[in-house]
């Protein structure tokens, strides 16, 4: 864990090597949270696994030494970043002329057990920015639990907040989510 935090700060004070050595530390946990979001797509879908990590390697590399700071921080951020990369594929399928399908992701952790289909990429990512202009700190909790996998308390250390109070903010998100995205169904 200090070794991802040791390579941020050299990556942020100009050592361009250092996310080279970085990617290693943490492409498998990357790539766990990559195949948790694909799970829910139809065979032969466009992405993979690994070519989601690596479009989001990609888009850091682009980046100018933002200042992750940690560990949390940084799958914060793929996380986020994984994120648009679904949402700008989902707007290229509906955008087909051939009227391409939809991206899904299956909600299976984000929402109550009792619902168990399955929602769009594009209408999560309407939900969330709506979520967002109420509660920020609540978006920043499922993109950090949903997307990136991150535990109760990876998230707290990643927010810069108390265990408890992720916990809290993972209900109500949950609760806001399930009512927003039935609604829309």
């Known amino acids: 864990m200090h070794d991802v935090t040791d390579l941020l700060l050299s990556w942020r004070q100009g050592d361009a090597?250092?996310?080279?050595?970085l990617v290693p530390l943490v492409y498998d946990e990357l790539r766990r949270v990559?195949?948790?979001?694909?799970?829910?797509?139809?065979?032969?879908?466009a992405f993979q696994a690994t070519a989601l990590v690596h479009e989001v390697y990609l888009r850091l590399v682009d980046v100018d030494r933002m200042a992750l700071t940690n560990r949390a921080h940084f799958f914060g951020v793929a996380a986020t970043l994984m994120r648009q990369i679904l949402v700008d594929h989902?707007?290229?399928?509906?955008?087909?002329?051939?009227?391409?399908?939809?991206?899904?992701l299956?909600?299976?952790?984000?929402?109550?057990?009792?619902?168990?289909?399955?929602?769009?990429?594009?209408?999560?990512?309407?939900?969330?920015?709506?979520?967002?202009?109420?509660?920020v700190r609540q978006?920043?909790?499922?993109?950090?639990?949903f997307f990136t996998g991150l535990t109760i308390d990876e998230a707290?250390?990643?927010?810069?907040?108390?265990?408890?109070?992720?916990?809290?903010?993972?209900a109500l998100a949950?609760?806001?989510?399930?009512?927003?995205?039935?609604?829309?169904?």
């Open 17 to 21: 090597a250092a996310l080279d050595r």
């Open 34 to 45: 990559a195949r948790r979001h694909l799970r829910g797509e139809s065979p032969g879908h």
């Open 90 to 104: 989902a707007r290229r399928q509906r955008a087909d002329k051939r009227g391409g399908r939809v991206t899904v």
């Open 106 to 135: 299956t909600l299976d952790e984000a929402l109550p057990a009792a619902w168990t289909s399955s929602v769009d990429v594009l209408a999560l990512d309407e939900a969330l920015d709506a979520l967002s202009a109420i509660d």
């Open 139 to 145: 978006c920043r909790v499922v993109e950090l639990r």
């Open 156 to 170: 707290a250390t990643a927010l810069g907040i108390s265990p408890s109070t992720v916990e809290r903010e993972w």
């Open 174 to 185: 949950k609760a806001w989510l399930f009512r927003r995205l039935s609604a829309s169904t």
